[in-house]
């Protein structure tokens, strides 16, 4: 049988919100994804453990937020695994599952702060990424380090709307940005506001 074509969203979901449905949806339907698995992250390596709720809780906010999307999984493969860095949890996934063809989904804050994350380039040279705006962060993004290192090997959307399907097989390195997803939404301002 052949593979399934996975957009993994890495997050630290506390908690979840419209902006992770968002941008979700956007994969499925932009790049032709069979599934999107949000990997509910133990803790991530650059952010205060101050604040962050613990780890049911912030999977179960993941659970609530997708009730009624099927094709989108709640994944706690890095807590059974203790893994927090993405470059290792990337090799994992790819050595259990040889048949799938994974795509790294992220906000273009992350496209930013990438290159302080752990191996990050080991992260393009394993699966292609797509990159989602996120109001504010959009020059930065497209300007800084990371997308200036692979230029040569970025994507670009079809003009005709319809879905890129071939972008999940694509050889690594490769990254797409898709400019759709606009919501000013973030786990902070819902902490603030206390609101969901
Ligand atoms: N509104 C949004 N638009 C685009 N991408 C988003 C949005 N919200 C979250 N993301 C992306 O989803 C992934 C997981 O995000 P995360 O769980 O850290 O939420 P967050 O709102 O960024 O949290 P916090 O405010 O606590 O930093 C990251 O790649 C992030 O860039
Ligand atoms: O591998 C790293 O060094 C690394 C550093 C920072 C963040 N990440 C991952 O980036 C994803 C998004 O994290 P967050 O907290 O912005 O939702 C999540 O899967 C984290 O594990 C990974």
Redesign the pocket.
Known sequence: MAGLKVGL??????P??D??L??SLTALRSLGLDQVWWLVSPQ?PL?STEGMADYAARLQSAEQKVAGHPAIRISDFEKRLGETYTANTLARLKACYPQNHFVW??????LIQITRWYKWQEIFEQVPVAV????GYTYRALSGKAASLYRHVRVFPPASRKPDSRFANRTAPCWIFLPQ?K?????????KNRIN
């Open positions: 969203l890495g997050g630290s979901f506390n979840a919100h902006g992770h968002q941008i991530n952010k989904l992220m906000g273009a804050d992350n989602f705006d996120r109001p997803t919501l000013k939404l973030s786990s902070t301002d819902i902490r």
